[in-house]
């Protein structure tokens, strides 16, 4: 298995305006750098194979098509919802739901994002499609640190709220000794499922 990094870099996102020119869509800058650790699956399989070999100071620039970004943009994923599902204390939840707003939903087994596009009478009108569905991306930055990643830092993406083991069967793993063994919380704050 390859060994996994600790990669800090500053770059320019850019994609195609409405003029089919280059438009920075985005700036991850040296003072507040992107930081992902290598093999986690935190970011673009390209992107990382495109900055994992690379030197501090290293520049680069590269394209990842939407085919290997986020894909191509789906019709299908712009759903009507009735507006009784977001209700809150029995009224529509207009401060957390309104047009732009990106709002988390549930299948009841995940949850992901929605951009919401439209508020009408009866429904609101939202957005599943990654914000980047159907650009290419260009990237263009500079490495700033690239190390082998510490056991803590591997551990602190895993388990981001510090839970130790699989905190989702307590049974089987939680390291707090006030963890309720019947499907309670961990003391470390990890939900039970």
């Known amino acids: ?60 620039e590269f394209e990842i098509p939407c085919s290997e970004a986020y894909g191509e943009y789906d019709e299908g994923s712009v759903l009507e919802l009735q507006k009784s599902i977001f209700t809150r204390d029995g009224k529509f939840d207009s401060e957390h739901v309104r047009e732009g707003y990106i709002i988390p939903l549930s299948d009841g087994e995940q949850t992901f994002n929605a951009i919401v596009q439209q508020i009408r009478e009866d429904v609101v009108v939202v957005d599943l499609n990654h914000p980047l569905a159907g650009e290419d991306l260009r990237f263009k930055g500079q490495v700033i640190e690239n190390r082998p990643a510490t056991e803590k830092e591997i551990e602190a993406i895993l388990n981001p709220k510090g839970c130790q083991g699989h905190c989702g069967n307590c049974k089987e793993g939680c390291s707090s000794e006030k963890c309720d063994k019947e499907g309670g919380d961990c003391e470390c704050g990890c939900k039970q499922s």
């Open 1 to 60: 298995m390859a060994e996994n990094r600790f990669i800090s870099l500053s770059y320019d996102l850019f994609i195609k305006g409405d003029d089919g020119e280059p438009s920075l869509y985005e700036r991850a800058p040296k003072e507040k750098p992107f930081q992902f650790i290598s093999g986690v699956g935190y970011t673009l399989d390209l992107f990382e194979k495109n900055v994992i070999n690379l030197k501090p100071k290293d520049s680069f």
